[in-house]
């Protein structure tokens, strides 16, 4: 196929080296390499995830843990009670999390996480 059409973007340094360096390991030049990714790469849709959600529990869930490790360094005694629900927290917040990615994303396959 000829090639007639030209496409230029910008890149970091560390960008362009990693390509090279790819590249390099597969044999091939750069315009090769980055036409064998476009090419043999997927495009997944969108999902409707609340990420901004999950994000702020997450954050939520580390406050409360960043307070009991401050509440150690002041009176050197863990509230082992506390620290268990959050982590229990954490955990179910995680299964729920991936448990919708799965649902939500299924071009991802059972073997991602």
Request: charge should be positive.
């Amino acid at each position: 196929m000829t090639k007639t059409k030209r496409i230029k973007f910008w890149l970091g340094d560390e960008e362009l080296a990693l390509i090279d360096k790819k590249a390099k390991k597969e044999g091939l030049s750069r315009s090769e390499f980055l036409r064998k990714m476009i090419n043999e790469s997927e495009v997944l849709p969108a999902t409707d995830i609340d990420y901004a959600f999950y994000k702020e529990e997450y954050r939520r869930l580390g406050r409360i843990l960043n307070t009991h490790v401050k509440e150690v360094n002041t009176t050197g005694e863990l509230n082992f009670e506390a620290v268990d629900r959050v982590v229990s927290e954490i955990r179910i917040l995680s299964e729920k999390m991936l448990t919708e990615m799965r649902e939500k994303t299924p071009q991802l396959g059972k073997g991602w996480c």
